[in-house]
C-alpha cells in the first residue's frame, strides 16, 4: 500500500505552510512496527492518538477467560484510532491496538494537538469535526449492533472499510460485526449468490 503523509493529510483539510508543518512535525515521531507489534496492550495507559501512514492497525478488548476477542475498529492508512477513555481520563486501558501489516504511523500526543489549535488557523474546529464524526461513527456501530441484522451489518462494513476484505481475516470481520465465522461465510454466500449473473438463467 501507498504511504498517506499526515503532512498531506494536514495541508489537504487545512491552511497552513511548511515553515508550520516543519515546526509541528520536529515534534511528533514517527514509528514503524512490523505485522503483530502492539501500539497498546489492556492495562496500560494510552499516551498517544495513532495517525496510519502505511498499513493497516486494530483496535480490540478481550471478552472473558477464553480469551474471545472483540474488534472495536480497524484503522487502514488515512485513518486515527486511540483510547480516549484511557488518554482523557488517564485510566488503564481495556484495549489492545495492533498492527495487522508492517505499519508506519504517527504518534501524536496532547501538547502536538494544543500546538494544532494555538497556531494553525482553522485547526479548532477541524478537530471538533473529527471528533464530531468518530462519536457519529461509533453510535451508528453501536445502533447497528442492537438492531440491524447481520447482512445489513455486514454491507455497512463493506462501506466503511471499502478496501479491508482481503487484508483482513474473515474470523476478525465476523468479531467486528458480532457474528461468527460460521454465519459470516453464509452471509458472503448468499450475497454472491443474489449477485451472480447465472441467477436469472
Not at 9 to 15: D, G, Q
Not at 53 to 67: I, N, Q, S, W
Not at 176 to 190: A, D, F, H, Q, V
Request: some cysteine; charged content about 25%; glycine content about 4%.
Amino acid at each position: 500500500m501507498e504511504t498517506f503523509r499526515f503532512t498531506t493529510f494536514l495541508t489537504s483539510n487545512l491552511e497552513i505552510d511548511e515553515e508550520e508543518i516543519d515546526l509541528l512535525m520536529k515534534n511528533c515521531t514517527q514509528k514503524t512496527i512490523s505485522a503483530g507489534d502492539f501500539l497498546l496492550r489492556q492495562g496500560g495507559y494510552c499516551r498517544h492518538t495513532f495517525f496510519v501512514e502505511k498499513g493497516l492497525l486494530r483496535k480490540y478488548g478481550v471478552e472473558d477467560a477464553k480469551g474471545k476477542e472483540a474488534v472495536i475498529q480497524f484503522a487502514p492508512e488515512k485513518w486515527f484510532v486511540t483510547d480516549r477513555d484511557s488518554s482523557f481520563f488517564q485510566q488503564p486501558s481495556q484495549f489492545f491496538i495492533q498492527a495487522m501489516e508492517d505499519s508506519t504511523v504517527l504518534m501524536l500526543d496532547d501538547d502536538i494537538i494544543e500546538q494544532l489549535n494555538q497556531k494553525v488557523k482553522g485547526f479548532v474546529a477541524f478537530n471538533e469535526r473529527l471528533l464530531h464524526n468518530h462519536i457519529r461513527q461509533q453510535t451508528k456501530r453501536i445502533y447497528e449492533l442492537l438492531s440491524a441484522s447481520a447482512e445489513e451489518r455486514y454491507l455497512s462494513f463493506i462501506a466503511t472499510y471499502p478496501d479491508l476484505l482481503w487484508r483482513v481475516p474473515q474470523w476478525m470481520i465476523a468479531s467486528y460485526l458480532g457474528i461468527t465465522p460460521e454465519s459470516l461465510s453464509r452471509i458472503r454466500k448468499e450475497l454472491a449468490r443474489r449477485n451472480s449473473p447465472q441467477k436469472d438463467l
